[in-house]
């Protein structure tokens, strides 16, 4: 029956059709628009998740923008130009070099996110940065990774000088531990010493320097004789430490209770192996240009990749499942506070350099 400007009117039956066939084929119609219906309903979910991603970058970014020059400015001032004037040039060329300050802001999120205070954060976010610095520095040097720029910039040793940049390093990463100790404010003892092991774990055999280390022997090895296990050992070490002890030391110095720091442990975890599977994937699809340094490094040297190991598909896919846990860990806290950490989970996702 169809309706006709208010009065009911029978479809007519085709010629040699049997009620049984009109009956089928009402069917398949049905079937048809059922499957658009959803098919709609899908493609109407997937936009709307695409703009909550694009708003929630947006909102990180904002973030970022607003604690920026509050960290730029603790930078500056936490190595200052003294004597002898070149190391510590050469240590200020790279720390205050620009980026993100993904590290740090983490670190300031994660303690303001538990109901602390963005200043009793901020040295332990700059030590954060100096460490991260220092690993970027030596990682550019001729026997490791033998990069000429960083950041769209000359890397410290074609600046300074091996010698140089070697001790650059070297100072910046004895230095985070003094800063952290000396010019934290306001909390405990033991929060503070805390927060001092951890970052000192993150950084040694047990975890940045280790997983370097592992990357090192695996370099050359081609994907047939590197295990993902492996590169996921790698890329949680090398990368993924840092990330990780950036958002539990905030969240340590903000008052976390050990279940919220056991929430916010899981989510770096998760961001900072995407992070890492980005950057797998960045650095087969991005030019240097876009990346700010040498594009096509990994696939040049023989270094297993996730691309190389499982695909761009799949990597994409992985990256967006890691993102998705990473996420899920940060239900129950602020709705508000919590925004820039949801916020960088999507930026890692979206990112292109």
């Known amino acids: 029956m169809m309706r006709c400007g208010g009065v009911r009117m029978t479809t007519p039956m085709r010629r040699n059709e049997t009620p049984g066939a009109m009956r089928r084929g009402a069917m ?43 960290i730029e400015d603790a930078l500056d001032k936490s190595v200052p130009m003294q004597y002898p004037e070149r190391l510590h040039e050469s240590m200020r060329y790279s720390l205050l070099a620009g980026g993100k300050r993904i590290r740090p802001a983490l670190c300031l999120a994660a303690c303001e996110l538990v109901g602390g205070d963005m200043d009793t954060a901020m040295p332990t976010a700059c030590a954060l940065e100096m460490i991260h610095t220092m690993s970027l520095i030596h990682d550019d040097l001729p026997s490791m990774d033998n990069d000429d720029f960083r950041r769209g910039k000359p890397t410290n040793h074609k600046v300074y000088g091996e010698e140089m940049a070697i001790l650059a390093g070297d100072a910046l990463l004895s230095h985070a531990f003094e800063y952290i ?46 295990t993902i296990e492996t590169l996921q050992y790698i890329h949680a070490h ?18 976390a209770s050990e279940e919220q720091i056991g929430k916010l442990e899981r989510y770096a975890q998760n961001i900072g192996l995407a992070f890492q599977v980005v950057d797998d994937i960045l650095d087969c699809t991005a030019s240097s240009e876009e990346l700010g340094k040498t594009a096509g490094k990994d696939v ?39 925004r820039p950490l949801l916020g960088l989970a999507d930026y890692i996702k979206n990112r292109k350099n």
Not at 238 to 252: N, R
């Open 28 to 70: 398949r119609e049905s079937g048809m628009r059922k499957t658009t219906t959803i098919a709609v309903r899908t493609k109407a979910a997937a936009m709307k998740a695409e703009e909550v991603s694009a708003d929630s970058e947006k909102e990180f970014n904002a973030y970022i923008v607003g604690v920026n020059a509050k």
């Open 181 to 226: 100790g000396r010019e934290t404010k306001g909390v405990s003892a033991d929060k503070v010493l805390r927060v001092i092991v951890d970052v000192g774990k993150c950084v040694g055999s047990e975890g940045l320097v280790g997983g370097q280390v592992v990357d090192i022997d695996s370099e050359g090895a081609g994907p047939e004789n590197v």
């Open 238 to 255: 090398k990368t993924g430490a840092l990330l990780e002890v950036s958002v539990t030391a905030g969240a340590i110095l903000g008052g």
């Open 300 to 338: 040049a040297v023989g270094k297993a990749t996730y691309p190389s190991l499982v695909g761009m598909e799949e990597s994409e896919r992985i990256a967006a499942d890691l993102i998705s846990k990473a996420k899920a860990e940060l239900e129950g806290f602020d709705p508000v506070k919590v």
